[in-house]
């Protein structure tokens, strides 16, 4: 019998090579990339302003200390070509019982951090353009979203429509907007509208807020990345933020979606 398994959370992992070569040239100098690293074995996901980004951590789920910190010496090399090759990705499928999943960014995610507004729009249309072919390939299996940057509301709405168009079945914004542009604002209302009329739900994940290098400080001097932490915070405060600023009163069809935040929280939450 068909597997009827969807995975509501998966992620691709970009070639590494994606921006370098497809960004136009006046980006190239700036454009993200993997490098080997400089202090040891293994590579980074770099980019401008950007705390450097292990990517062997990327397909490093169910790796003990051990095993992980022996990842963390190797490239792509180390990965199942699923990432950035669909018809692998489809085979995969079918060894873990999967019939379909909604794929997100990997190494995309860090790049919500940017502060150069037009390389960050670059970078997300690039990135919309490779997973829309990506998923072309199987589109009842292969379900994209895409990364909209909201630095420019108008914008971000015109490449929300563009994606659609491009075949992506949702969008994936700031997971905490800055703190000078709360989403309560009528700011974003160009881009709520375009989502509610499209019918393009609107995913909140962790590690997509802007300010990325938070911490939380500890009693004795000690500090830990609210990363590992306490990612699930940043949505818990923008999902307050969307419902008792009446976002989901001004425009009750819009969907959202809260992603790699688990669950276990909601009840108390509520």
Known sequence: MASSVVSADSHVLVPADLWTARLDNRFKDRAPRVVRKQDGPGYSFVAPGIRPFPVATGWGLGKSGKELAQQLTKGYEAARPSGWDPAERIKDQEIDGVAA??????????????????????????????????????????????????????????????????????????????????????????????????????????ITEKNQSKEVKLAGGGAISSISMTAIHSIQQTLCS?????????????????????????????
């Open 101 to 206: 999943e909604v794929l997100y960014a990997t190494l995309g995610m860090p790049l919500f951090a940017l502060d150069d507004v037009e390389l960050q729009q670059a970078c997300f249309r690039a990135f919309n353009d490779w997973l829309a072919e990506y998923a072309s390939y199987d589109r009842k299996r292969l379900h994209p979203i895409a990364l909209i940057s909201l630095e420019d509301v108008a914008q971000g709405a015109r490449e929300l429509e563009r994606a659609v168009k491009l075949g992506l079945k949702g969008a994936m914004v700031w997971g905490e907007p800055p703190a000078d542009r709360p989403y309560p604002s009528s700011i974003y209302d160009q881009f709520w509208a375009a989502a509610q009329d499209l019918g393009v739900p609107v995913s909140l994940h962790v």
């Open 242 to 270: 969307l419902i008792f600023g009446r976002v989901l009163d001004r425009f009750p069809s819009l969907k959202i979606v809260s992603a790699e935040n688990d669950s276990g929280w909601v009840a108390h939450f509520m």
